[in-house]
Structures are given as structure tokens and as C-alpha cells.
């Protein structure tokens, strides 16, 4: 399930890291908090990070209990800067998921080779 959100975020021109063990350089910080994928682009003055998050069983009050709040990102002076999250889950999971999560995330239903399905984040 990694390798095909990975491919996604690398066609939409993130460089992605798998299971970073430490938050990347002075931009992006974390404590107590490990995405399984961790994607950055910078594209037209603006700054992005993705935070990724793949559970093939997933579970609202684990996902819940991760401390994806504790991220911080500085954009470089005079750029934009945001932070986008994904919960990635396997094709027949998606009762599982709590679609309230949608205030803060996107969720892809990944299949064999493809996603099958985004939902957007609904602000």
C-alpha cells in the first residue's frame, strides 16, 4: 500500500521519505510522532508537506492517539505554507474509518495497483 500512495505523491511532484526516523532538516518538526510516508514539494511560492498514514485495519482510536498535532513546518520567508495529511486504507476497509476525520484528512482507498477512490479533506 505504501509503494502505491508513494507512486501518487511522486506523480504530483512530492519527494517522499519512508518511515523517517527523525523529522528532515530545520523546516519540519515532530516529537513522539513517526508518518509512514512524509512527502515535500515546493511549487509556485508555496510549501507543502504530506503526512501519510497507511492502516490496512484501521482504527479510529489509534489513529486518534498518533500525535500528528505535534507537527510543525516553517516555510522558507515570504512563501506559503501548509500541511496536508492522508489516511490511506485497503480497498474493503473504509467502514472503519470515521469519516469525521475528514476535517484534517484525506482518505484514499488504495486497490492492487491504483487508488480507487480520494476523499478530500472537507473544510
Not at 502505491?4 to 523517517?20: C, K, M, Q, S
Not at 508518518?35 to 511549487?43: M, N
Not at 516555510?75 to 484534517?104: C, H, N, W
Amino acid at each position: 500500500m505504501k509503494a502505491v500512495v508513494r507512486g501518487e505523491l511522486e506523480r504530483e511532484d512530492y519527494a517522499v521519505i519512508e518511515e523517517p526516523l527523525f523529522p528532515p532538516g530545520e523546516k519540519v518538526s515532530w516529537s513522539s510522532y513517526r508518518p509512514d510516508l512524509l512527502g515535500y514539494r515546493s511549487k509556485g511560492g508555496a510549501e507543502e508537506i504530506v503526512l501519510v498514514e497507511c492502516e490496512t485495519r484501521p482504527n479510529m482510536k489509534r489513529l486518534g492517539a498518533k500525535r500528528h498535532s505535534s507537527v510543525w513546518f516553517q516555510p522558507y520567508l515570504f512563501r506559503t505554507g501548509s500541511v496536508r495529511r492522508i489516511l490511506a486504507v485497503p480497498q474493503g476497509r473504509l467502514g472503519s474509518v470515521d469519516m469525521k476525520i475528514r476535517g484534517e484528512w484525506e482518505v484514499w482507498v488504495v486497490g492492487p495497483s491504483a487508488p480507487l477512490a480520494r476523499f478530500p479533506r472537507v473544510q
